[in-house]
């Protein structure tokens, strides 16, 4: 069984990467951003919380997330893996994604973390913005992304460098460059 948290900063390739995954393997896609997402298109109270967090740059409460992530591992019961895009943010959730896959008799088989400089990813989002209207792609949010991903996302990689599950990878290149290295890992896991 074959469970993957595709990580990166916000324009990092997670929900590109993501597509060809599945592709390929056999696992059930969880983005807790686009979760959030649909909450959000169905003003749902949940969603009505988080949108002001996210129109921020701001991470949404730990509790709201994995209330939602659990649902829909739930929703799922005879899945053979899960993609995990966007999920473990916090140390917290990292605890809590390793107690929640025990519970089901699994484990995270890795977590990829997609390597881009800065100023890449902002170019991706401005560019982005142009054609999606995703409501945090502007300059000012996009800035409040990178702070929040420094200081309270980052420490996830020491998460899983500690249990020897951290694969950095280098996400600058075309798609197929950048998907033959996730490829890559995922052989060797
Ligand atoms: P989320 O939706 O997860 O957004 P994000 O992490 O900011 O990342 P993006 O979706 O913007 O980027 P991506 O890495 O998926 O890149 P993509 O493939 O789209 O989260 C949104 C918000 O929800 C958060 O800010 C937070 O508030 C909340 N949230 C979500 N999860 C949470 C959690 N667990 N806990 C708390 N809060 C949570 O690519 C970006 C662009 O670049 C695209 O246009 C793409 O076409 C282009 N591109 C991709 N690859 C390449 C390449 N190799 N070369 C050139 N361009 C490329
Ligand atoms: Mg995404």
Redesign the pocket.
């Known amino acids: 069984m074959l469970n993957i948290a595709l990580f990166?900063?916000?324009?990092?390739?997670?929900?590109?990467?993501?597509k060809k995954l599945l592709e390929k393997y056999h696992l059930v896609y969880i983005?807790?951003?686009?979760i959030?997402?649909e909450q959000i298109a169905q003003q749902t109270a949940l969603g009505l919380q988080?949108k002001q967090?996210?129109d921020k740059?701001?991470?949404?409460?730990?509790e709201?997330?994995v209330k939602l992530?659990e649902e829909k591992m739930d929703n799922n019961p005879k899945a053979d893996g899960f993609l995990f895009?966007?999920?473990?943010?916090?140390f917290e959730?990292a605890g809590i994604l390793e107690d929640l896959l025990s519970k089901r008799n699994m484990s995270l088989s890795g977590m990829i973390s997609?390597e881009v400089p800065e100023k890449?990813l902002t170019e991706?989002?401005l560019?982005?913005a142009k054609?999606?209207g995703?409501s945090?792609?502007t300059k000012e949010v996009i800035e409040a992304?990178f702070k929040?991903?420094a200081s309270k996302t980052m420490p996830v990689i020491d998460f899983y460098k500690g249990l020897n599950k951290y694969h950095p990878i280098n996400?600058?290149?075309?798609?197929d460059?950048?998907f033959a290295r996730i490829q890559q890992v995922i052989d060797n896991l």
């Open positions: 990166g900063p916000p324009g990092s390739g997670k929900g590109t990467q993501s983005s807790t951003g686009d959030l997402r988080a967090l996210i740059g701001h991470l949404v409460p730990d709201l997330v992530l895009d966007g999920f473990p943010r916090t959730q997609l890449e991706r989002l560019q982005r054609t999606q995703r945090d792609d992304r929040e991903y996400g600058v290149g075309t798609l460059e950048i």
